[in-house]
């Protein structure tokens, strides 16, 4: 069985959530912190062996004391973080163990995630190598400029919006990070592509919103009593509502 290590970025600052005194990843949503539904399906997973969230350095000790009955019942260890989030997840990297062969990279701030989405990406990344979800575009893109004027309308054929788990060949994460330089990517999938890995798609599900402004939080709020769950005896019954099937 193919094992895999687990990186939770969230040393990032959080300033487009509006509040300078709470962080995204921090705050309850529905009764648990957002960061443990974040992690807390792929620490049920036997395949994953190592799991690790990253923390700005001077947050460490506060995360430490606010979250200590989480951290007693899980196996996760913290890394400080660096300046931007590939900083971040290099880091990481650098602590996952020699034995584990693949690494997923998931938001801290996206909580809203299922077993079969991470199953699904996790199982494309072993056939492929490296793989993520993420969700066609439907809407029609605008390129504006800085004075928020439309410029060009940009076709979206072929136009997907990714998501994380990003999940790779743990030695082709390394050599992507090690050829990264100066390089700021947005997400893990950018600096393979740049190594010239081919990385594949899974088609995601739109409730797997990251969380980044206060609105976020609302539509999260809503949605996640909507996640599809799984099917048990109960859901068995001719009644059964078939959204959950």
Do not use: C, Y
């Not at 005896?233 to 509502?241: E, I, K, M, Y």
């Amino acid at each position: 069985m193919p094992t895999f290590a687990v990186i939770l970025p969230a040393a990032g600052s959080s300033s487009r959530f509006g509040d300078p005194r709470r962080k995204k990843p921090f705050i309850e949503l529905k009764g648990r912190p957002v960061w443990v539904r974040a992690v807390e399906l792929f620490l049920s997973r036997d395949d994953v062996v190592q799991t690790l969230i990253v923390l700005p350095s001077d947050e460490i000790e506060f995360f430490r004391e606010k979250f200590r009955a989480n951290l007693a019942f899980m196996n996760v260890e913290i890394v400080a973080g660096g300046a931007s989030r590939a900083e971040s997840v290099q880091n990481a990297l650098a602590r996952v163990r020699a034995d584990v062969e693949f690494v997923a990279v998931h938001d801290a701030a996206r909580p809203l995630i299922v077993k079969a989405w991470i199953a699904d990406v996790f199982d494309a990344a072993i056939a492929h190598g490296a793989a993520i979800p993420a969700v066609p575009i439907s809407s029609t893109v605008k390129r504006v400029s800085r004075d928020k004027r439309i410029e060009e309308t940009v076709p979206r054929e072929g136009l997907w919006a990714a998501q994380t788990p990003q999940v790779a060949r743990r030695d082709w994460l390394l050599e992507a990070f090690a050829k990264r330089g100066d390089f700021q990517a947005t997400d893990e999938a950018q600096l393979l592509e740049r190594t010239g890995r081919s990385v594949a798609i899974v088609e995601g599900s739109p409730l797997n919103l990251k969380i980044t402004t206060r609105e976020d939080f609302r539509m999260a709020e809503a949605l996640v009593d909507a996640l599809p769950r799984e099917k048990t005896l109960g859901a068995l019954h001719p009644f059964a509502d078939e959204r959950f099937l």
